[in-house]
């Protein structure tokens, strides 16, 4: 066993106990951290497959940024622990076994059917001045459409999250 | 060196779970909090792919997933404080009229 695949397990073992501790979570702050947990190892994941930078802005942005506004949420709300509703009998009954027969599948076909080779360590240099310059040039109007659909995205935060006697107000005036 | 297989099947892993996270939780933010899961899954279909195919198109394509993730987030999270405004729950089971 080489040292890749022993650390591909050790940080595929946290990603999938992180995601299955944020179903078993009733609390969300605990699912919030379980998430955080599961982002760092993928981090690590994607400095296995040799993309530096994606690892950085994953854990710069994800696990960073849009984490802390998920846990401010959190504690803004006050949210407590949720309340369980019991589910139908028939989505259970129906539901696990075809779960189970859906992830065998996918499973076989994809240790099957795909290709086994995969690159070395180190092959694929994602450098930040490779990715820099594929993005402004092959990916300029894909890039320009993404700053718009964020500009978008700040100013309809900003007009759901305003209180909404400010909004009256403003349309009084 | 690690066939690409694992990873799509990590991968996979980490979807199904955002998928059943997203079905069975009443939490509203738990919810979105699978949502991100499932794009983090996605994720790391494309490094993977990326670096199966030696294309860097793959790691640009995850800075446009994390993006719209960001940008999901944001408007997402300012949806569930208005909706806990006029509701005050964050129970999904709850919240189930268009218009109060």
């Given amino acids: 066993m080489s040292l890749h695949l022993i650390l591909f397990l050790t940080f595929g073992a946290v990603c999938v106990a992180g995601a299955v501790n944020l179903l078993a979570q009733r609390h969300p702050i605990n699912s919030a951290l379980s998430l955080i947990a599961v982002m760092g190892a993928l981090a690590g994941e994607y400095l296995l497959l040799g993309a530096e930078f994606v690892a950085a802005i994953q854990l710069i942005v994800y696990a960073g940024a849009i984490m802390v506004l998920f846990v401010f949420t959190i504690m803004l709300l006050n949210a407590g622990e949720e309340e369980r509703t019991k589910g139908s009998r028939v989505a259970i009954l129906l539901g696990v076994p075809g779960m189970v027969i859906g992830g065998t599948l996918v499973a076989w076909v994809l240790l099957r059917h795909s290709g086994t080779g995969s690159a070395p360590v180190g092959a694929l240099l994602g450098d930040p001045k490779t990715i820099g310059q594929l993005l402004f040039h092959e990916f300029l109007l894909p890039f320009e459409v993404t700053s718009i659909l964020i500009l978008i995205a700040i100013m309809g935060a900003v007009v759901l999250a305003s209180k909404p006697e400010a909004t009256q107000n403003r349309k009084a005036r | ?100």
């Fill in chain 2, 1 to 100: 060196m690690v066939p690409l297989s694992y990873y799509l099947l990590l991968s996979s892993i980490l979807f199904a779970c955002g998928v059943a996270g997203f079905l069975i939780k009443r939490n509203i933010i738990t919810i979105f909090m699978s949502i991100e899961l499932m794009l983090n899954g996605v994720n790391l279909s494309f490094v993977a792919f990326a670096a199966h195919w030696h294309r860097l198109s793959g790691q640009v394509f995850v800075f446009f997933v994390m993006v719209v993730a960001a940008a999901e987030a944001a408007v997402g999270l300012a949806i569930i404080i208005s909706v806990y405004r006029t509701r005050e729950t964050l129970n999904v089971d709850q919240v189930n009229l268009l218009k109060l």
